[in-house]
């Protein structure tokens, strides 16, 4: 089974596509809104990425979350389930093609830190990045099971790091 796309090596117009999107999607949030964030591997220069844009939303609390949906829905995305409490997600795909990935947190939830922390590590540290572009390789040759079964295998490898710094 196919991962949402294929991974390609760094794409220079990743940050431009972020730039785009933090724009039209920043509209949707208003009074709620506090900041936007490219994170995910598309945020790392250098960085092999499923040419997915991973955009994190901190907000001061999820309020009218079905004008939100609607909102979200006339950019093209669809409401996704919730990550965990206070986390939600959505996506966007373009035939049939996952392009965007939108995390919408409440300010103080512990994966803003995370996602955050971990992007500043791979853009500061080669030596970790080159690591994690070749386990996400690896990961993309051997798997059978879609997604999920790529998402679980990168999460030790994540999570050692996050433990550790």
């Not at 939303?57 to 006339?74: G, K, L, N, Q």
């Amino acid at each position: 089974m196919a991962l949402t796309s294929k991974i390609t090596h760094y794409n220079s117009r990743w940050p431009a596509l972020f730039l785009a999107e933090q724009t039209r999607i920043a509209e949707g949030f208003q009074s709620e809104f506090i900041q936007i964030h490219h994170v995910g591997s598309t945020a790392v220069p250098g960085l092999a990425a499923k040419p997915e844009i991973d955009v994190l939303v901190e907000v001061s609390e999820h309020r009218d979350e079905t004008a939100r949906r609607d909102f979200m829905r006339t950019l093209g995305y669809v409401r996704g389930s919730d990550l965990s409490e206070g986390h939600h997600f959505y996506r966007r795909d373009v035939d049939g093609v996952r392009t965007h990935k939108v995390h919408v947190c409440i300010s103080g939830h512990p994966q803003i830190e995370r996602m955050l922390r971990f992007r500043d590590l791979l853009r500061h540290d080669p030596v970790i990045r080159q690591q994690y572009q070749d386990l996400k390789f690896q990961l993309e040759a051997s798997n059978r099971e879609g997604i999920g079964e790529y998402l679980a295998k990168k999460a030790p490898f994540i999570d050692a790091l996050m433990g550790a710094n």
